[in-house]
């Protein structure tokens, strides 16, 4: 593929996932406690190709600074969706584990930006089982469907 193709993808992958964050954020699914942020769905495109990666964390860092995030959750955020995006690579050849590394990353590291960020009191422990299923239903559920489909149709 020559690089305006891949620029082109790589553009598209960020400003969807930027997109599917401001949708989520309208239905107060974008941050906190309980989260389901649709754009984590994207998180399984590692799979298909590594230049993904950025632009998942772009997208996630753009998203975050769109949704007034504290600039400790601008960072530690996006980095784990990087970390979960280079995980969710290194697993490629296996779909069923690929969101694993996505669900994990959210689920340990967001709940100490948000009890240090924003000062939420639930326990650090509870966070991390409610933003841990909402990364299983997004990154996980949702996203298999997203592979199957993409699959499917040969996007990729």
Request: aromatic share 8%; charged share 10%; with cysteine.
């Amino acid at each position: 593929m020559n690089k305006s193709k891949q620029l082109l993808r790589c553009s598209m992958i960020t400003a969807l996932y930027v997109v599917l964050t401001l949708l989520s954020n309208m239905l107060g699914l974008a941050s906190g406690v309980i989260q389901v942020r649709l754009s984590e769905i994207l998180t399984i495109l590692p799979v298909f190709t590594p230049m993904a990666i950025p632009s998942l964390f772009i997208g996630c860092i753009i998203s975050n600074i769109l949704t007034g995030a504290s600039l400790i959750d601008i960072v530690f955020g996006s980095i784990a969706t990087l970390i979960g995006a280079i995980g969710t690579y290194k697993l490629k050849n296996n779909i069923r584990l690929a969101p694993i590394p996505t669900i994990l990353s959210n689920a340990v590291i967001l709940p100490f930006v948000l009890a240090y960020s924003y000062h939420i009191q639930t326990a650090i422990p509870l966070m991390m089982i409610f933003i841990g299923l909402g990364e299983l239903i997004s990154a996980g559920l949702l996203g298999i469907v997203f592979y199957n489909s993409i699959k499917k149709y040969k996007i990729f």
